[in-house]
């Protein structure tokens, strides 16, 4: 069992950054490739990042490649997301997530999710 708790959220302009935490608790933290979603209202959840159980391999959606860094530290047992030059688009509740094993579409534990918004 891994327990995940997102921190960071907040109301920020258009053009500014906010970095967001994941904490996780439980079984081991570098066994998991982890990722960040987010769902805006009305919208489904979407995909927003990932990373591998070292670190070194990231994988981003188009819609945030270039603006937003995934990273993580397996000893502390976090991961973190760098959002920079923020756009009222990227409005939404989000969620970070562990899968077992190799980056994947399926995941297997999700954080209760932060609210980012962000106005223009």
């Known amino acids: 069992q891994v327990q995940l708790v997102e921190s960071g959220g907040g109301l920020v302009q258009a053009g500014g950054s906010l970095r967001l935490s994941c904490a996780a608790s439980?079984?081991?933290?570098?066994?998991?490739?982890m990722g960040w979603f987010r769902q805006a209202p009305g919208k489904e959840r979407e995909f927003v990042a990932a990373?591998?159980?070292?670190?070194?391999?990231?994988y981003y959606a188009d819609a945030v490649k270039g603006r937003f860094t995934i990273s993580r530290d397996n000893a502390k047992k976090t991961m973190d997301l760098q959002m920079n030059s923020l756009i009222p688009e990227d409005t939404a509740v989000y969620y970070c997530?562990?899968?077992?094993?190799?980056?994947?579409?399926?995941?297997?534990?999700w954080g209760q999710g932060t609210q980012v918004t962000v106005s223009s």
């Open positions: 439980g079984r081991t933290f570098s066994s998991y490739a």
């Open positions: 997530a562990a899968r077992f094993g190799v980056v994947g579409q399926n995941y297997d534990y």
């Open positions: 990373i591998n159980l070292s670190g070194d391999d990231t």
